[in-house]
């Protein structure tokens, strides 16, 4: 009974910005790494970034240094800020959570995804 929920998405233009949310709910003791992915269009779906519970991140190359993630503990929801955004960041993107549940047990929860558009 834990869901992740995803906002954020939608057009934007080349060089433009956005910013991903998603908070992670239901009986959770501890929410472990959180990442992004994305997949597009007849494409396999790849890792963006990930982030642990202390904090520690790491990125696909393709991204590094215009996407930042980053977490906010207390509310469960991770972040992606995405900069200079170019036209093969299309795709749709899903927040990954692996998380102890109250019950006992960890598994790895998915986002519904949410689909990010860079066109002129």
């Known amino acids: 009974q834990v869901q992740l929920v995803e906002t954020g998405g939608g057009l934007v233009q080349p060089g433009g910005s956005l910013r991903l949310s998603c908070a992670a709910s239901g009986m959770i003791f501890r929410v472990n790494v959180m990442g992004w992915y994305r997949q597009a269009p007849g494409k396999q779906r790849e890792l963006v970034a990930r982030?642990?519970?202390?904090?520690?991140?790491n990125y696909a190359d393709s991204v590094k240094g215009r996407f930042t993630i980053s977490r906010d503990n207390a509310k469960n929801t991770v972040y992606l800020q995405m900069n200079s955004l170019k036209p093969e960041d299309t795709a749709v993107y899903y927040c990954?959570?692996?998380?102890?549940?109250?019950?006992?047990?960890?598994?790895?929860?998915w986002g519904q995804g949410t689909q990010v558009t860079v066109s002129s």
């Open positions: 982030i642990t519970s202390g904090g520690n991140t």
């Open positions: 990954n959570a692996d998380i102890w549940v109250l019950a006992g047990g960890k598994y790895d929860y």
